[in-house]
Each structure stands twice: as C-alpha cells, then as structure tokens.
C-alpha cells in the first residue's frame, strides 16, 4: 500500500470510511471483546494464538480501524522467525460485524503490513487465513508443509506476502521467536 494515501487518509479522513491508527491501552477491553465476538471461545486452542502466547505483539504494530471516530477492527503483528528469515505472523485481524464490508479489515492488512516490511527488519509477513481473501491483497500460498506451526493449520490456508516473489514457495522451516524492538 502507498503510505502517502495512508498518510493522507489519516490527515484527511472521508465521513463513514475506516481510518488506522495504532491501538493504545485504552482499546484493551475493545479489542478483547472484538476478538471474543470474531472467534469465540475456541479462539484461545487456535494455533495462531499459540504463537502470540509464545512470543510477544509489536505494540506499535498493533492497529484499530476507526469509522467516524468508532472502533470497528483490530490487528495485531507478531515478529517471528521461519528457517532463520525474520518476519511477521499477521493477527488475529477482526472486524466487528457492524462495520462488516466497508473495507476496515483489508485496509487494516495492507496498513499494518506496509509498515512491518518498511522498517525494513523483516522479508515476510505470514498469516493463516482465506485464500479468496488475502491473495487478492497479493498475499501468496506457501508451499504446503513447509512451515511448521505449534499445532495443526490447514496447509492452504497458509499464506506469505513478501517482496520476494519466490519466498511464498521457497521458505520453511519452524516458526521461532524474532524480537523485532
């Protein structure tokens, strides 16, 4: 994503569109209940999760989408290692089902992305999702089996994005920790 058009939607936000801003301790209790909303209580067996217990959220990599100044989505960004290459884990990304289709959430994983591989302290940002929506994002499927999780995913629900074209199909290895501060 162009960060001059997020700079300027910031600067300049369009009344009923999302903006992105970093989430501070005051959007703890919004974000807790977005997530329980989002995933359920089965959101804590997740595998995903099981990363983010085991290795801490960049907090400044932790984003809240906005419409009209009402929080309407979260993400989160954990720096990990695969194979000795740093990168990031994207999420959870939750969107609350008020403010559901208007673009919140995949603003949400392009803003919080850009600015993960902008420092410039990480190749990739992987995530476990759905391929109808992250590949149009330009998030591309990982060779199956390649990475190895802390527990069970699908295998084609891993994706990576990536300035390298041929990291999606080429990277592997286990999932490590990364402190990216």
């Given at each position: ?163 390298d074209k041929d990291l999606a199909k080429t990277l592997s290895g286990a999932i490590a920790a990364f402190d990216a501060r």
């Amino acid at each position: 994503m162009n960060t001059q058009i997020a700079a300027d939607a910031v600067a300049h936000p369009v009344a009923g569109q999302p903006v992105v801003r970093v989430a501070t301790a005051h959007d703890d209790a919004f974000v807790e209940e977005l997530q329980a909303i989002a995933f359920g209580p089965g959101r804590f067996a997740r595998t995903a999760f099981r990363v983010r217990e085991r290795f801490p959220i960049d907090t400044s990599l932790s984003l809240i989408a906005e419409v009209d100044g009402t929080p309407c989505g979260s993400v989160w960004m954990t720096p990990i290692s695969v194979g000795g290459r740093k990168g990031y884990l994207l999420g959870p990304l939750a969107t609350h089902p008020n403010f559901r289709k208007r673009g919140a959430g995949k603003l949400l994983a392009r803003e919080v992305s850009a600015r993960a591989l902008a420092r410039g302290e990480g190749d990739f940002v992987l995530l476990v999702g759905d391929q109808d929506y992250y590949c149009p994002l330009g998030w591309e499927t990982t060779t199956p089996g390649n990475i190895q999780f802390p527990g069970p995913v699908d295998p084609n629900r891993v994706l990576l994005l990536s300035d390298d074209k041929d990291l999606a199909k080429t990277l592997s290895g286990a999932i490590a920790a990364f402190d990216a501060r």
